[in-house]
């Protein structure tokens, strides 16, 4: 009889773990979700770093040199020096001629 209990004890316990290993909060489902979720979060930081990098090479450049902000007020803001001519040239499809 003692050796039925301890044999439905253990089976009982056997169950248990399995069930905390395939459902539970430690499951390998849930760990493998979770390893995706930590590699795409390396992959994201990544990429922010990257931007991070190029953001803080762009401002040591704007706190360096003149030249960059020129360039930029030039391109984006349309600046144009005293005594400069300012010419644009806007492309467009070639007009056939007229037709009689």
Do not use: Y
């Not at 039925?4 to 773990?17: D, K, Q």
């Not at 349309?78 to 037709?99: A, H, R």
Request: aromatic letters at 4%.
């Amino acid at each position: 009889m003692a050796n039925r209990v301890i044999s439905i004890v253990l089976f009982a316990l056997l169950c248990i773990l399995q069930a905390q290993i395939w459902w539970g909060r430690g499951s390998v489902h849930n760990v493998s979700k979770l390893a995706q979720q930590l590699q795409e979060q390396r992959h994201l930081n990544a990429q922010a770093r990257q931007a991070n990098e190029r953001l803080s090479a762009e401002v040591s450049d704007l706190r360096e040199g003149l030249e960059i902000v020129e360039d930029r007020a030039r391109s984006e803001l349309g600046m144009v020096k005293p005594n400069e001519l300012f010419i644009q040239i806007i492309q467009g499809k070639p007009q056939s001629p007229p037709t009689k």
